[in-house]
């Protein structure tokens, strides 16, 4: 696999719980330390704390589709698709985080 994935440092995927109070009901999510990172740019992009921010998107999803049924994966993919809109779609990957096909006898 490409070392500029490789390489990361543990510590962006280490997982952190935090206990977040959402309508007076506190509940404990167990995210990546990069996610609470994506999540508290977010909140600071919208004049508001990690929180109230999580406690706004639990807010919509409930609104959009009646329920939650894993609202760590859902905070998850929206940070992805945060960065991913925030990304330049046109330029290219630099050459250190391209995927490199591995062939198959190299594989461990």
């Not at 500029?4 to 280490?14: C, R, T």
């Not at 990172?37 to 409930?62: K, P, Y």
């Not at 940070?79 to 985080?97: F, G, I, V």
Request: aromatic share 8%; net charge positive.
């Amino acid at each position: 696999m490409c070392e500029y994935f490789v390489k990361a440092d543990p510590i962006k995927y280490e997982q952190r719980s935090r206990t977040v109070r959402i309508h007076g009901v506190l509940t404990s999510l167990r995210l990546e330390n990069m996610v609470w990172d994506v999540l508290a740019e977010m909140a600071e992009q919208e004049g508001c704390t990690t929180n109230a921010l999580i406690a706004l998107f639990h807010d919509e999803i409930l609104a959009h589709r009646g329920e939650v049924p894993n609202f760590a994966s859902f905070l998850r993919v929206t940070c992805m698709r945060y960065l991913r809109r925030a990304s330049p779609a046109a330029a290219p990957a630099p050459p250190q985080a391209r995927l490199v096909a591995v062939p198959a006898g190299a594989r461990r």
